[in-house]
């Protein structure tokens, strides 16, 4: 595995696209950041290497034992290098990032929500007296501050440019495409994370506290610096709408809302135009069924659990 390998695997799990085997890895790499330190100084990234050693080993490809003891110098060398690169890149993904100069900010005053769109047409809907801060400037990263409050997002899917919600003293969450609530007392409280559709990565300070999944809650005690993952009785749903769609980018959408992924047997089923409403409390089976009716093709569970295909 080189190391763009390894970036382009991180990256497959963030969006929920990667396999049972490659999450394992990940998590992997995810444990070996948990220092809890600001940032990792040279010797913590050598230490970090070490613990990390094994698991990237596995993710190598293997070579037969005559090649492998010729080549130990070179192989170890090799680990090396990925490992530091693997490490920082990772870092880099959980780390918290200051928003730019360029920003605005939003002000709910009103009892009621207040609903603010985005301009990457994700959309943000503000508790009564919560504040937020946005940078303007969304060419890498899409950055938003919860400043104090309560805020749901309904992030609009872009692969090349994660969502960061930043949630005072540390804490951050980062999405490609999904749908939660950050609550935030700023400091009153604990913080909560709550995932409506898709999958989110909740971090403090640069270490990984949890990765939700839909229906999950994550609570998050300043005072004690301890987080707990819970179960939630009601998620809250979401509309997922479609206007002359392909079908790829349906199937991308639905794969990041239910965590699921799903291929297409053949290519040209790709071009197929959907125009479509659904809501996220229905089952991913029963919205295939539906489309699949529309353009009398099939679908049926892929090779994993975590898997669908479609086929005519």
């Not at 613990?51 to 070179?74: C, D, H, S, T, Y």
């Not at 819970?230 to 979401?238: A, H």
């Not at 197929?272 to 089976?285: D, I």
Request: charge should be positive; aromatic fraction near 8%.
């Amino acid at each position: 595995m080189t190391e763009k390998q390894a970036k382009e695997l991180l990256t497959k799990y963030l969006s929920g696209e990667a396999s049972p085997a490659e999450a394992s890895h990940v998590e992997q790499w995810f444990k070996g950041l948990e220092t809890g330190m600001p940032g990792p100084s040279p010797g913590q990234k050598e230490e970090i290497g070490k613990q990390m050693f094994l698991n990237l080993q596995r993710a190598m490809i293997k070579e037969p034992p005559e090649r492998r003891v010729a080549g130990q110098r070179w192989f170890r060398a090799a680990v090396a290098i990925l490992i530091a690169g693997t490490v920082f890149g990772a870092y880099q993904l959980l780390q918290p990032a200051n928003l730019k100069s360029t920003k605005a900010t939003q002000l709910s005053k009103v009892a009621a929500p207040d609903t603010l769109r985005l301009a990457d047409g994700s959309q943000v809907e503000l508790g009564a007296q919560s504040s937020i801060d946005y940078a303007t400037n969304t060419k890498k990263f899409r950055r938003v501050r919860l400043s104090k409050g309560e805020a749901f997002f309904n992030v609009k899917h872009d692969s090349r440019r994660p969502f960061i919600v930043e949630a005072g003293s540390g804490l951050s969450i980062r999405v490609l495409g999904t749908s939660f609530s950050v609550r935030n007392q700023a400091g009153d409280g604990p913080a909560q994370v709550e995932v409506s559709t898709g999958k989110v990565a909740v971090s403090r300070n640069g270490r990984l506290l949890g990765i939700l999944t839909r229906g999950q809650q994550l609570s998050y005690d300043y005072k004690t610096a301890k987080a707990s993952v819970t179960q939630l009785q009601q998620v809250r749903s979401i509309q997922i709408s479609f206007s002359a769609s392909s079908l790829a980018d349906v199937i991308s959408e639905l794969g990041y809302a239910y965590n699921i992924r799903i291929t297409l047997a053949d290519e040209q089923l790709s071009h197929l135009r959907c125009t479509a409403s659904f809501n996220s409390a229905q089952s991913l089976e029963d919205i295939l069924d539906i489309l699949c009716r529309l353009h009398h093709i099939r679908f049926k569970p892929g090779p994993d659990p975590a898997s669908f295909q479609i086929y005519r």
